[in-house]
C-alpha cells in the first residue's frame, strides 16, 4: 500500500475515535486512583488463588516432610534421654520453645537465670547468671522455655546483659511455616509481649492464629524456634504487605529461667 493510502486509513474518523479512546482509557486507569487500585487489588486475589492452589497440592508432601521429621526427633530425644537417665542429669532441652525438631542439632542449650530485667518504654534488657567463663560471648540468642526471647549484648566473666526482643534495636528474621514466607520482627508497639511483623507480601493468605519462628539464614537464632502467633492482621496497600501483630509465647514480665543457645563446634 502506498504512502497516502495507509494516511487515509489512519485519518479515517473511526480509526481516529478509536485512537482517541485508547488514549482515554490509559489516561483514566493511570491517573485515576480508584481505578487502578481496583486492579491491583483484582491481581492480589488472583495471586491469592494461586498460592492456595500450589499449597493444596504440596499439602501431601508437606506432611510426609514433617511426619519424617517428627519420627527423626523422636528417636533424637529418646536417645537423648536414655543417655541422660544413666547419668542421672535432667535434659536442658526446652522443647516447649522448639517449632522445628531440626534445631537441637548443632547447638548447646545452656540453662541462665534473671537477675534483673527492665521495663524500660523502648529499650528493655536483662541480666543473665552466665557470663564469658561459661563460653557465653555477644550476639548468641536466648530463649525462654516458651519461645525466642533476646540476643546477648553484652559480657563480663560471670555475667551476661540480654537485649528483649521488646528493645527497639532488636529485629529478628522470622518465618512463617505455614506458607514459607519470611518477614523481619519489630518492636514499635509500646506493649510488652506484641510485636509487628513487616515485608509479608499482600498475596499470602496469612491469618491470625498462625504461628512465627525463626527463619532460616540467621546468623543469631537456628531456624524454627517459636517466636509467637499472629494476633492480627490487616492489609496495608499503599505499601504492598500485610500489616501483622504478633503475640509473643515468652512472656518478660513472668521472665526468670532461660536458655542461651551456643553452637557446637
Same mark, same amino acid.
Given at each position: 500500500m502506498s504512502p497516502s493510502a495507509w494516511l487515509r486509513i489512519l485519518f479515517h474518523p473511526v480509526m481516529l475515535w478509536m485512537i482517541a479512546q485508547g488514549v482515554a482509557l490509559y489516561a483514566y486507569l493511570h491517573f485515576t486512583p480508584l481505578p487502578r487500585s481496583a486492579i491491583e487489588r483484582?491481581?492480589?486475589? $488472583?495471586?491469592?488463588?494461586?498460592? &492456595?492452589? +500450589?499449597?493444596?497440592?504440596?499439602?501431601?508432601?508437606?506432611? #510426609?516432610?514433617?511426619? &519424617? /521429621?517428627?519420627?527423626?526427633?523422636? =528417636?533424637?530425644?529418646?536417645?537423648?534421654?536414655?543417655?541422660?537417665?544413666?547419668?542421672? !542429669? +535432667? =535434659?536442658?532441652?526446652?522443647?516447649?520453645? $522448639?517449632?522445628?525438631? =531440626?534445631?537441637l542439632q548443632g547447638y548447646k542449650f545452656l540453662p541462665a537465670e534473671v537477675v534483673y530485667r527492665s521495663f524500660l518504654l523502648r529499650e528493655n534488657y536483662a541480666i543473665l547468671d552466665k557470663g564469658g567463663r561459661d563460653g557465653v560471648f555477644p550476639g548468641l540468642g536466648v530463649i525462654s522455655p516458651q519461645g525466642v526471647i533476646g540476643i546477648i549484648a553484652e559480657t563480663t566473666a560471670t555475667t551476661s546483659i540480654m537485649y528483649g526482643i521488646f528493645h527497639k534495636d532488636v529485629h529478628l528474621s522470622a518465618l512463617l511455616p505455614q506458607h !514459607?514466607? $519470611?518477614?523481619?520482627? &519489630?518492636?514499635?508497639?509500646?506493649?510488652?509481649?506484641?510485636? =509487628? #511483623? /513487616?515485608?509479608?507480601?499482600?498475596? +499470602?493468605?496469612? /491469618?491470625?492464629? !498462625? !504461628? +512465627?519462628?525463626?527463619?532460616?539464614?540467621?546468623?543469631?537464632?537456628?531456624?524454627?524456634?517459636?517466636?509467637?502467633?499472629?494476633? /492480627?492482621v490487616r492489609g496495608d496497600f499503599s505499601r504492598g504487605f500485610h500489616a501483622i501483630e504478633i503475640e509473643t509465647y515468652a512472656e518478660w514480665s513472668r521472665l526468670s529461667s532461660v536458655f542461651i543457645l551456643i553452637p557446637q563446634r
Open positions: 483484582w491481581m492480589l486475589s $488472583i495471586q491469592t488463588a494461586l498460592h &492456595k492452589s +500450589v499449597l493444596w497440592l504440596t499439602a501431601p508432601w508437606e506432611a #510426609l516432610r514433617r511426619a &519424617k /521429621e517428627l519420627e527423626t526427633f523422636a =528417636s533424637q530425644l529418646q536417645e537423648r534421654l536414655s543417655a541422660l537417665s544413666s547419668s542421672g !542429669e +535432667v =535434659s536442658p532441652a526446652p522443647v516447649g520453645a $522448639i517449632g522445628n525438631f =531440626s534445631v !514459607e514466607v $519470611i518477614g523481619i520482627t &519489630k518492636w514499635d508497639i509500646p506493649i510488652l509481649n506484641r510485636l =509487628s #511483623l /513487616e515485608y509479608v507480601p499482600l498475596y +499470602v493468605p496469612v /491469618e491470625a492464629g !498462625e !504461628e +512465627v519462628w525463626t527463619a532460616p539464614g540467621s546468623m543469631i537464632f537456628p531456624a524454627g524456634l517459636r517466636i509467637g502467633r499472629l494476633r /492480627e
